[in-house]
């Protein structure tokens, strides 16, 4: 199981700790130091929806100021490949899944 995100997010760290006092062994990728490129980002959106994966709500998308661009599907993608930081966090690669953001529920149901 590979964990992608950073460590300062309140939501990777909710995972990180559920994994931890269940003993869920993980490989933790994080953002700020390996780039997650575009071939990456289309393996995952054959799993998961853009609007699932693409982060409109977090502080990088309001300094890009990128609402005013009206962006499609493709160009999205595109963000997301040159600006890791607009992932939704954490993408979580378990067996042939790709889970996105943190939920206790979802979790306790695949890896439990």
Do not use: H
């Amino acid at each position: 199981m590979k964990v992608y995100g950073i460590k300062t997010c309140g939501s990777v760290r909710k995972a990180i700790k559920f994994f931890k006092e269940n003993q869920i062994q993980y490989d933790f990728i994080d953002f700020k130091k390996e780039q997650i490129g575009i071939k990456k980002i289309e393996e995952w959106l054959e799993k998961v929806s853009i609007d699932k994966l693409f982060n409109n709500k977090g502080t990088k998308y309001r300094t890009l100021k990128l609402k005013e661009l009206n962006l499609d599907d493709n160009e999205k993608k595109e963000w997301l490949a040159k600006e890791n930081m607009l992932i939704k966090r954490p993408v979580i690669e378990y067996d042939e899944n790709v889970i996105v953001a943190y939920d206790v529920e979802e979790y306790r149901r695949l890896f439990l």
